[in-house]
């Protein structure tokens, strides 16, 4: 990591953030609220196409580094970088949408997993341990803090549950660049690595399995895949790191709901 490459952003950039979060937001939930058994996942690429031009926001994901959707799409045992394609949810399938735009140059980036259809008690334990982990090392989002408190608490709720994190791919700064320094790994040390500043904007992601953390990746040279063909599961949001605490930029309309009752 680079420390000449980490940016901090202006009170007025983390504004113009905060509404690329919105639409990513109100984005994401649609998706999640469209996915259906039964539908191939590049029906949800086409709603996805629909809703930007909605919203008036371009893809932060088609075209970087060659990659040809506007949506990561995993089922199952594919960690990231899953595409959409041809496949059709299966009831009880696990089903993670990943998705970023750009607002007036900045990006946001969000992810979240759900099962389709019949749910399994199992993997809905499996999922809240996701979010929670998230959610853990989003509230280590603190001036004064370090990378490692972040990775810490997502770590110790991931392998408190039973399950592993996933060394392979990490979070990252987002700003103008859709993946910036520094790395933010699911995993870490309290007290270690880069000290957190007033301005940081970090994308917050949990990547993480029922089985072991080691993954492969496909043919595709893209898909990311879990080498014990285990469950996968991640959880991403784009936090602001403000003198008054983490501040979820890419939080979607039921969240902000639940959290205003």
Not at 165 to 174: E, K
């Amino acid at each position: 990591m680079s420390r000449d490459h980490i940016t901090i952003k202006s009170k007025g950039e983390i504004e113009i953030m905060a509404e690329a979060g919105i639409r990513a937001g109100q984005i994401l939930e649609t998706l999640i609220d469209s996915a259906k058994v039964g539908m191939k996942t590049l029906e949800l690429e086409a709603i996805a196409a629909e809703l930007l031009k909605k919203h008036q926001v371009t893809s932060s994901f088609k075209g970087y580094q060659g990659f040809p959707y506007n949506l990561v799409i995993c089922l199952n045992d594919e960690v990231v970088h899953g595409m959409p394609s041809n496949r059709i949810l299966a009831s009880g399938d696990v089903l993670t949408i990943d998705f970023g735009c750009i607002y007036r140059e900045f990006h946001a980036d969000t992810a979240y997993t759900i099962q389709v259809g019949e749910i399994d008690d199992s993997v809905q334990s499996f999922l809240k341990t996701g979010e929670q982990a998230m959610h853990a090392g989003i509230n280590q989002c603190v001036v004064g803090n370090h990378l490692g408190d972040i990775g810490y608490a997502m770590q110790s709720v991931v392998e408190g549950a039973g399950f592993n994190v996933v060394r392979a791919f990490v979070g990252h700064g987002v700003g103008k660049d859709l993946q910036e320094d520094p790395q933010v790994p699911g995993y870490g040390t309290p007290g270690r690595g880069y000290q957190l500043k007033e301005g940081l904007v970090l994308a917050i992601e949990i990547m993480y399995t029922m089985g072991d953390y080691e993954v492969e990746i496909l043919d595709d040279d893209w898909t990311a895949v879990t080498a014990d063909g285990s469950l996968s599961g991640m959880f991403e949001h784009t936090v602001a790191i403000t003198s008054s605490g983490p501040r979820i930029l890419t939080e979607r309309p039921k969240e902000r709901l639940k959290r205003s009752l």
